[in-house]
């Protein structure tokens, strides 16, 4: 705890706090609530948090008495309330967009430093984590030494990126750094790192108050389930954060979830979780959070809720929110958390009001839904979309439906084949992975004894299979190895092959060469099958073309069957060496089994020693060479790492946004745009723009790495933006990739080439697209790559929450067609010159603006479209330029003593 001076009290709110033989303070919001009249308990718990927060920060400039007043006294309706400034107690960031941070903070060192002042005042001011989980790929699966030989090509592969990382960690002050083979950002957030409640010194007592964060990867809200405050957000916002100023929202519509019932015997969390997504995204809580209350909430474990609150992105909340109960300090202990703080978790809640009582009346919600748990099937979902929830019996007809002009009919094959030339709907990579799923003890323990009881039956995965395991945190193995499960998992070929995101964040690596071949030559339609989150078009491999998510178990269960087109609630996944037919049903292991077989080995020990050496990167990490002085070493023949470009020019006078003018579309796009069709993390092709830009520079094919990888490298990653192999540009029909047509010529070309003559001729750009733009990742570079293409400006039916903030902060604007107004209602094909006017009165929260069409005929249409910059922050970011620019003027602007140059 830091030393500060004694906390404000501007509403005489603050109140002894005692906790056995130690005494804090906190800002009481039973207090608050009686000075104000207003009902407490009506308030959402997630509201109570934010509430909180806020009294804490009344007088520091940035949040108002009318703030907290406003907010305690809100009413139960549907819709956003008013903008109010959060300040969150820490930030989260897996290395992949953790290191490009990083690298945009150097950039901002060096612009400071030309100034003549000391670049360390580019320093985080509130505690950050990076966890690195995002670089390592299955390149190597199926075998013992999988594991050594994905760590081995990580760290030759990442050596610069890494090194920048070293660098940072002896540079700035408040970042704690996991290295790489510990697990995945959010698992370990859950397990370790989230408090709940925190203190800091102020005076001579501690002051207590909720622990809360944004975290630079969409499934941060994973921590939800423990009562932490927290959202997904791109780095460019997280940056504002890390310089100390609040985070600007409106403060959110809460939609209330009420769970009933109980699951039924063989029915598992995530099977739970893919039918909650499908019916929370019919429900529409597009950017709201979504409360979980009911009794249902007494049947679900700890991870449960974690696994349903991971997938907040999927059903398209801002959160997925469980309130703090008995629940919590049992996972709390059981994770290996100190007694003391299991203690002050419980007092804080209880004494604030943020403690669930089962018995107690629900808040108030504005809109209810209901989700019965008894309702739920085993199931999957795909194969293109998380919401598409596809029961057993249903997965051959899905696939059917879904690939029916590719495949045809796609007759079923048959269950005795072990080797056989690959058909239509043949599963080629099967990978337990993800935070979602392997951090639900129940689900894992599941998966091993099937794996182990279909070893005993002598089946295994299908030759064709490309099969891995990619534990989101160590206590995952160890409690495999206690359990004496792994050498089943390792029988059907499910051998660890590291711990990171790897096939769930697109690191899935290559398939064997005769595989890939029999799919070229073949036009085969193939799958994957994971225990993941997302199944996003052309995200898992490029010979790919659906994906289905499902539970670990199941995972195991298809890469025995080798296909989709067998019905698993009916049908042999195999036959075993005597001839006789094995079906899902021999195999799957009773609750009672798996229950026993967790009490037996979950212990507060196995995650004490599972992370008790977190800090211990191993020599290859502990030995990377790395700068060592404030301003960091740019090389300038680095392909990895080179100094971004948006802070050029920074420090001239605040611009006003403009109107725009004479504006060409650089692409039509359709619905559920996801970040990966804009900015894809994959494999970057040789002839894609990217690689012909790699080759250029003397990179061999097989060097190229993946997108995420280069990603500190703007030059490769503006040319991979909108080069997703599935985009589908309405400019062009039937066609796929990232092709348009170049205006007014009509020529088809990339569109990174399409951007650079615009860019020569001065013509100004926008994205025109359908409903949901944006969806999936918090990928910034989706923004970061459209800014420097020359995008002004989006256009679209319905934007994704953190892709809509992400496109604010690079200082792009997103623009929303009204309700019943589309791209097909107004005849748009791409041929058109378009006028955004309005700006020039000045660019305001949620003003409208005029669009004006001319089609190659020389007649016009106007519309207006509803400006999505929705703060007074957010449109003071675009009229600084975007996010880096408005902090740099923040820097600069209070900085008063010249230093020299370092």
């Known amino acids: ?100 941070l990083l690298i945009d903070f150097a950039a901002l060192r060096d612009a400071v430093a030309a100034r003549g002042l000391d670049p360390r005042r580019v320093n985080p001011r509130i505690p950050v984590d990076l966890v690195i989980d995002h670089s390592v790929r299955a390149d190597h699966a199926g075998t013992p030494d999988a594991f050594a030989r994905n760590l081995a090509l990580e760290m030759a592969r990442n050596g610069e990126r890494y090194a920048v990382v070293r660098w940072a960690m002896a540079q700035y002050d408040n970042l704690r750094v996991i290295p790489p083979a510990n697990g995945i950002v959010h698992q370990i957030n859950l397990e370790y790192l989230a408090s709940v409640v925190t203190a800091t010194r102020s005076g001579e007592v501690p002051l207590a108050f909720p622990d809360s964060l944004v975290g630079m990867d969409s499934h941060t809200p994973m921590v939800n389930a423990l009562g932490v405050f927290g959202w997904g957000v791109g780095g460019i916002e997280a940056a504002t954060a890390l310089v100390g100023q609040p985070v600007a929202l409106r403060v959110p519509r809460v939609v209330g979830c009420r769970v009933t019932g109980a699951r039924r015997a063989g029915v598992v969390c995530t099977d739970i979780v893919l039918a909650l997504t499908r019916v929370l995204r019919a429900a529409g809580v597009l950017g709201a959070v979504v409360e979980f209350f009911g009794p249902g909430l007494d049947t679900l474990s700890l991870p449960d809720r974690a696994t349903i609150a991971n997938m907040a992105a999927e059903y398209g909340a801002t959160m997925g929110f469980f309130p703090i109960d008995a629940e919590t300090l049992r996972y709390l202990a059981g994770t290996g958390r100190a007694a003391a703080q299991v203690a002050l ?127 989101g945190s160590r206590a995952v193995t160890a409690m495999l190895d206690a359990a004496g499960l792994t050498a089943g998992l390792d029988a059907i070929g499910f051998h660890l092959a590291g711990y990171g995101c790897m096939s769930c964040g697109g690191g899935s690596g290559p398939l064997p060469e005769p595989i890939a071949a029999q799919i070229e030559q073949g036009g085969l339609v193939v799958l994957g099958m994971l225990s993941s989150n997302r199944n996003f078009e052309g995200r898992l491999h490029p010979l790919i073309r659906g994906t289905y998510l499902g539970s670990p178990p199941l995972v195991v269960a298809y890469a025995i069957a080798g296909s989709v087109l067998h019905d698993l609630s009916r049908d042999p996944l195999g036959v075993d060496p005597d001839g006789v037919a094995v079906r899902l049903a021999d195999l799957w292991p009773s609750d009672v089994e798996i229950e026993a077989m967790l009490r037996s080995v979950q212990s507060p020990e196995l995650f004490r020693r599972s992370y008790g050496a977190l800090a211990d990167g191993g020599p290859g990490w502990t030995g990377l060479a790395h700068c060592d002085a404030p301003v960091f070493a740019w090389d300038p023949d680095s392909l990895y790492i080179k100094r971004p470009p948006f802070l050029d020019g920074a420090g001239s006078a605040a611009r006003q946004f403009a109107d725009i003018r004479g504006a060409r579309p650089l692409l039509l796009l359709g619905d559920d745009i996801t970040t990966d069709h804009i900015s894809p993390g994959g494999a970057i092709p040789p002839n ?215």
């Open 345 to 471: 978790v419980e007092a804080y809640a209880r004494a604030q009001r943020l403690w669930r009582e089962p018995d107690r009346p629900a808040p108030a919600f504005g809109r209810v839904v209901d989700f019965d748990l008894a309702s739920v099937q085993p199931a999957l979902a795909g194969p293109l979309r998380p919401e598409q929830y596809v029961p057993l019996p249903d997965v051959p007809a899905s696939f059917r439906r879904g690939f029916a002009d590719r495949a045809g009919p796609a007759p079923a094959a048959a269950v005795d084949a072990t080797a056989r030339p690959l058909r239509h709907g043949d599963i080629v990579i099967a990978s337990i992975a993800s935070c979602t799923n392997t951090s639900n003890p129940f689900q894992i323990v599941a998966a091993g004894l099937l794996a182990r009881n279909a070893a005993a039956r002598g089946l295994t995965a299908r030759p064709w299979v490309k099969t891995s395991f990619s534990p």
């Open 1 to 100: 705890m830091s030393a500060t001076v004694a906390p404000r009290d501007a509403l005489g709110c603050l109140r002894p706090l005692a906790i056995g033989q130690d005494s804090y303070v906190c800002y009481s919001l039973p207090a608050l609530a009686a000075s104000l009249h207003a009902d407490l308990d009506g308030l959402p718990f997630s509201l109570r948090v934010l509430l909180e927060n806020l009294l804490r920060h009344v007088g520091d400039g940035t949040v108002t008495e009318s703030d907290v007043t406003t907010l305690a006294r809100w009413d139960a309706v549907d819709r956003e309330g008013g903008e109010v400034a959060f300040h969150p107690a820490r930030v989260l960031m897996p290395d992949s967009s953790g290191i490009p």
């Open 688 to 902: 894609a723009p990217a690689g012909e830009y790699l080759l250029d520079h003397g990179v061999a094919p097989a060097g190229f790495s993946t997108y995420v990888a280069r990603r500190a490298n703007h030059e490769v990653m503006v040319r991979g933006t909108f080069a997703n192999i599935r985009i589908r540009n309405e400019m062009l029909p039937g066609t796929e990739g990232g092709l348009t047509r170049h205006m007014p010529d009509g020529r088809t070309t990339s569109v990174f080439a399409a951007a650079e003559q615009y860019r020569a001729d001065g013509v100004p750009l926008l994205v025109i697209a359908g409903a949901n733009y944006g969806c999936g990742s918090s990928r910034d570079w989706a923004a970061k790559g459209a800014a420097l293409l020359g995008v002004r400006a989006v256009v679209a039916e319905s934007f994704e929450r953190i892709h809509r903030s992400n496109l604010v902060g690079m200082g792009v604007v997103p623009l929303q067609f009204a309700a019943g107004e589309t791209r097909h209602t107004l005849g748009l094909d791409g041929s058109e010159v378009i006028d955004l006017l309005g700006f020039d009165a000045g660019l305001t929260p949620g003003m409208s603006i005029l669009a004006r069409f001319t089609r190659p005929d020389g007649s016009t249409q106007e519309t207006r479209l509803l400006c999505r910059v929705d703060t007074r922050r957010e449109a003071e970011w675009v009229r600084a330029g975007g996010i880096l620019p408005y902090v740099f003027d923040e820097i600069t602007s209070t900085a008063a003593e010249p230093t020299a140059a370092p």
